[in-house]
């Protein structure tokens, strides 16, 4: 086969997602990220603390929008957020002074750390490059950023998926746990 046409695809375009799943898929993500948020710039003002990072919101697709998808699923969320953002403080610890090498090493070490361990998340790969290229806050937090705002604020996310998701009949989340 052409390497050129290889990139034309096989198939078409997904189905229309029901009114309903945009409406469940929209409160899901509106409730979660307000909730992080919330609790991220009023109750965590001043501490020096975050709970709140931009790979948080690529989250709150899968678990709310694409509830059925292996990416969405518990293990998936927390294990890929929570072993990427190690890796990243490490890429980060590695090479503090190289941020362009640090980050290519973080997300490509982060996709092969979750593919080993069967946590594969998208916006994980996100948050380990933002333990890289993130701020001063970021780095101050070192290894203790896994645990807050990646673990914590992933956490609020997947309570608020459980609640929410399964509330009309014709949804269910989880798939499954591990």
Request: hydrophobic share 50%; proline share 6%.
């Amino acid at each position: 086969m052409n390497y050129f046409q290889k990139m034309r695809g096989t198939t078409t375009s997904p189905p229309r997602v029901s009114l309903s799943e945009i409406a469940w898929s929209w409160l899901g993500a509106f409730v979660g990220i307000s909730l992080v948020a919330y609790i991220n710039f009023t109750l965590l003002k001043g501490t020096g603390w975050l709970l709140l990072t931009g790979s948080l919101g690529a989250s709150a697709l899968l678990i709310y929008g694409a509830i059925k998808a292996p990416f969405a699923q518990p293990r998936n969320l927390m294990g890929g957020h929570i072993l990427s953002a190690l890796v990243g403080v490490c890429a980060y610890k590695l090479l503090p002074g190289h941020l362009w090498l640090a980050s290519g090493l973080g997300v490509a070490t982060s996709i092969a750390v979750m593919h080993a361990t069967r946590t594969a998340h998208p916006p994980g790969s996100a948050t380990a490059l933002i333990a890289v290229i993130g701020d001063e806050t970021v780095h101050n937090l070192g290894f203790l950023f896994a645990l807050m705002p990646v673990a914590a604020g992933a956490l609020i996310l997947l309570l608020v998926a459980l609640i929410i998701n399964n509330i009309p009949r014709s949804r269910r989340y989880p798939e499954y746990w591990l």
